[in-house]
Structure formats: C-alpha cells, structure tokens
C-alpha cells in the first residue's frame, strides 16, 4: 500500500554531482524520518543520511560536509544532493521511511528499489 520510488542515479565523475530522489505514495497517514542508505558490492548496508519529520539531520561522517539530505513535504520526497563524489562512494542507494498509515498504528520501515550510482573516470 505504500511505495517508495527512487530516482536520480546514474555515472559521474571524481568530484562530480548527483542530485537522488525518492517519492513516498499510497496509503500515508504521517512520516516520522526518511533516510538514504547504500551498499557496496561486498559490503553491508549503511546509513549515509537521514531527516525527521522536524528537520533534524544526520550523517555518515564519510558524507559529512558532501552530502545533504532534504524533504518537500508536501510532495513525500526526500532528497540527496551529492556533491565532490568520491570513486567509494559507488554504491546501490536505497531510499528508507518510517510511515504511519493510519493514526493508530505504530510505523513501519519501507525501502525503495534501490538506485545505482557509480563515481568512476
């Protein structure tokens, strides 16, 4: 009932930019956080952003001063504006929320498809 769909990947240069998107639909009562993770190939998942539904932030220090996380909420996105893109940071990114679909349920966590972004010259 709810979806989430990314968009934005693609290939890109050492110290190039990408802008990812992620858009939030279907039965939606409330949105407590949005995050964006990835994973390397031989590597677990990890958090790299993540944004409350008050604005507060967090990042992996790997990104810290990179990378900025961003939602229109009025739209249920959630951004990721990459910039000064490192050859490691080639990863399948995976956007994440926390959604309530109605007001008396607890949230549950959803995950989009994933969207790869490779940083290679």
């Known amino acids: 009932q709810v979806q989430l769909v990314e968009s934005g990947g693609g290939l890109v240069q050492p110290g190039g930019s990408l802008r990812l998107s992620c858009a939030a639909s279907g039965s939606i009562f409330s949105i407590y956080a949005m995050a964006w993770y990835r994973q390397a190939p031989g590597k677990q998942r990890e958090l790299v952003a993540r944004i409350t539904s008050r604005g507060i932030t967090n990042y992996a220090s790997s990104v810290k001063g990179r990378f900025t996380i961003s939602t229109d909420n009025t739209k249920n996105t959630v951004y990721l504006q990459m910039n000064s893109l490192k050859p490691e940071d080639t990863a399948v990114y995976y956007c994440?929320?926390?959604?309530?679909?109605?007001?008396?349920?607890?949230?549950?966590?959803?995950w989009g498809q994933g969207t790869q972004v490779t940083v290679s010259s």
């Open positions: 994440n929320a926390g959604i309530k679909i109605t007001i008396a349920t607890a949230p549950d966590d959803y």
